[in-house]
């Protein structure tokens, strides 16, 4: 069972000026959904996005809090950038 | 744990003889994972060639090998030209905004929805199970 708050700040911090949102898909808990906007995906394949989103959260992935996450990746452009 | 070198070496073979790969749980036919069913969904929409591993038999052992070669260790994943491409949420994505379909060469599907049925579609090469000897 995951901290989804502390799941977001764990990608907030390794990828600064992102924006995150961290969903629990199936009120388990352990079953996550990553949205993640940043300005670091710029130019990356996804692969590469999704893998810097779960390097972030990795030591929840080993230590069992997560079982399964999926992520959605954007790169982050525009105004986006100045909505928080 | 360091991966088995002669499932590695395998794996880089098999990878380099199929130009679309999927690594998946299960069989095209008879997928073992909602995930990986998805993905064989979308490649038989494709109507593209590819060769499938069903990774079960090997779990482990292949989850160290592709850390190692890729940097990803669930499954299903799907390579293209040796590169890996990604898992059914990559896949899906890029399948849905033509991505994926010009990747490969071919045209977009009509009804590039996920819900639609393919109509005919190649039977896919199922490459024979990997084998690890001496464990």
Redesign the interface.
């Known amino acids: 069972m995951a901290d989804l708050a502390e799941i977001e700040r764990m990608i907030a911090d390794a990828l600064p000026g992102a924006e995150v949102e961290v969903v629990d898909e199936t009120g388990g808990g352990d079953h996550l959904r990553a949205i993640v906007s940043a300005p670091q995906f710029e130019g990356k394949s996804?692969?590469d996005q999704?893998?810097m989103v779960r390097a972030a959260v990795q030591p929840r992935m080993d230590d069992g809090s997560i079982h399964a996450l999926?992520?959605?990746t954007k790169p982050l452009q525009g105004p986006r950038a100045w909505t928080r | 744990m360091p991966a088995n070198p002669e499932l590695k070496q395998k794996v880089e073979e098999v990878l380099q003889e199929n130009r679309v790969l999927l690594f998946m749980k299960g069989t095209p036919e008879q997928p073992q994972c909602g995930f990986s069913m998805r993905v064989v969904g979308v490649l038989e929409q494709m109507g593209t060639e590819y060769g499938a591993i069903d990774v079960l038999p090997i779990l482990d052992p292949l989850r160290e090998v592709t850390a190692e070669i890729?940097?990803?260790q669930t499954f299903p994943q799907l390579y293209v030209n040796g590169e890996?491409?990604?898992?059914?949420?990559?896949v899906e994505?890029?399948f849905e905004n033509g991505e994926l379909a010009e990747l490969f060469g071919v045209e977009q599907p009509k009804a590039a929805a996920s819900t639609s049925q393919p109509e005919a579609t190649p039977d896919p090469q199922q490459s024979p199970p990997l084998q690890v000897d001496g464990t």
């Not at chain 2, 890996?84 to 990559?90: E, H, N, S, Y």
């Open positions: 996804r692969i999704h893998r999926s992520i959605a | 890729s940097d990803w890996l491409v990604g898992g059914c949420d990559i994505e890029m």
